[in-house]
């Protein structure tokens, strides 16, 4: 099989990420390397930055060389200019009230009549008029031919004017002596013309890792010479462009790609990937059809500059082009047995479906199983066939099997499945699965090929019963719930489900209405809010109550040590027990929340229909596979998460994922709760005598006798309109 890998990513540290939230941000997303660019660093701070970064951020670093270059020198402000203005360009030193420093020095002495001049990529283009003066003190008059804006420090070009320049400069020397001290062995060399160049660099770091730049013309005459000595290229589009036109650039591009290629060294380009999101959230659509285009070409890695140096969204940034990655990854994987370069541009496994199928989010976790299930009924359902009533549970699975919530499944279990899933908490496609999803029936009448789906006795769905199967359900019972014991509220139901049950797919025709249905949004609505959010890491949390205290503090300490974007609130609203609060207590109280809470710019709240099976750690793990789904990178499991009674150890959920390493989603621990009187704050190691216990059976009751709960206890905002609810703000023996 083809070794198909996610391509490098390169992210390029500046102003705006030089922070120790974004640097802890970056560390958690799928950076190859982050990039100190010397053309912008000052040498006396070199050390100093690298510190700052390693004491933030865990990710490789990569020194980026100025090489020795012409550029502008240190202006006062910025000079805009006009055609046929004159423009006097001369040294630091000597540089004249208005005019424009230029180096190094020793340029002013190449310059000639009538040379053509670009400044920052064409901005400004000057025409030489008259060189004058000495060395060190020469003075050169030009002309503006294009007019735009000179900034300090930007590249300069002099067209057809071939001068010599070292490969690194004093500066880039100094530095390397530095790398060297402290231990950095990742460098992209810059303005690389010649093997030589090189050569000279490996004279002062022999053992680095080094990319050389391909950003001017000698360097593609010398291309092959370049990839053969250095550890892989890297093609920089922008300088490339002062001495390529730009028409060309990306024809260079893909010639650079393909040598590199032929030579299995690593390939990577760089600038303007994702200008538009330096001030928006979003990329343009031009932007993702570059960076989709570039990795197909054959591009093993993608560098981002001044979109996360500069730009005011560098973790959104790098979000969406990890996702984008991975969406390229997923593509190419699909069609390892097309061949692209001849035109397979579609391959065999991805057709309508994958292009119409709902989108994953870029720079989200994938989907568990790597696919988001979509069996929405398309067309007329066929008339004369029977139907099938289900309760609401059983229509609830059917709705979140057929939008993607119980992704990869794609229908009710079979007995394979079954079997597999009881006894090694696995589909028989190897995927883990901890809890059976089935839909039983008793009596002889049981119905077998396409039926209707009714709820309420409203057609709602389709199933094709492929399989009807009987089983020792006792047995089934006991390896799912641990126990025998008819107290078990779970084994109980699960015992009475009836002795015959029904595998095959299912497809949603409409959604099921039911209280607060328009809170509950689909796996992949919330995904497209975490995208449009810029969200990549994100944490879900499950409850069947209403919002209280401790509530609170897991989510914000959940969201502090996952260095998460946000928490996803997913309140289960299925059936529950007697006594439990409603789904609308528990929608009221969220919304109460919300209005005041400090988590409310890092929370979604969106309902979850499914019902408590009371499994434990099953449950547990099951509920965290879900999220997945839902686009959740992690996923907060308390002491006895989804328990009942006694009959699972506090630790048990812990101890299962521990058995299932390989589940992506992962778990953050927290232990009870509990609130300390002297320093009026939540934790978990509060002494005895100082602490007060938050349970929600307790508040339950106290709201149940019609009594708002302390302030430290739950937020007013969240009990009165509870309390307001009356008998209805608990779930009925009935």
Known sequence: MKDIRSPMIVVTLGPTSMDETVLRKLSQRKISFVRINLSHTPIESLESTVSFIRSHCSIPLMLDTEGSQVRTGVLTEPKSVTENQEVVLSTQEFVESGGVPLRPNNVLGVLTEGDLVSLDFDSVLLRVDSVSGKDGEKKVRSTVLSGGTIQSNKAVTVFDQNFQMPSLSHKDVKALEIAQEIGIKNFCLSFVDSPEDVREFRKYHPDAFVLSKIETSMAIENLEEIIEISDGVLIDRGDLSRQVPLERIPFAQKYVINKANQASKPVLVATNFLDTMMESRSASRAETNDIVNTLLDGATGLVLAAETAIGQYPVETVSFLVGM???????????ENSDLAKGDVLPKAYDTNYITSPALGCGLIAPHGGFLVDQRWKGDIPEGLPSLELSANEAMDVEQIALGGYSPLRGFMGKGDLDSVLRTYKLENGHTWPLPILLRRSGQNVPTGRVVLTFDHKPFGVMEIEDTYDT????????????????HPGLRTFLGSGETALSGPVWLTDRIAREGKRYELKAAETRQVFAARGWSRIVGFHTR????????????RAIELTGSDGVLIHPAVGTKKSGDFSSAAIIEGYRGLLKVSEITSKALFSTFSTYSRYAGPREALFTALCRQNYGCTHFIVGRDHTGVGNFYSANGARELFEKNPQVEIQPVFFEEVKYSKSKKSYGYDVVDGDALEISGTEVREIVHNGERPPEWYMRPEVADPILLLGEKAFVGDG
């Open 325 to 335: 990655c991975d969406e390229v990854v997923r593509f190419k994987r699909s069609g």
């Open 472 to 487: 020792d359900w006792q047995m089934a019972g006991e390896l799912l719930f641990g126990t025998r014991s008819s107290d």
């Open 545 to 556: 109550n209403a919002p209280h205290r401790a509530h609170e503090h897991v989510m914000t």
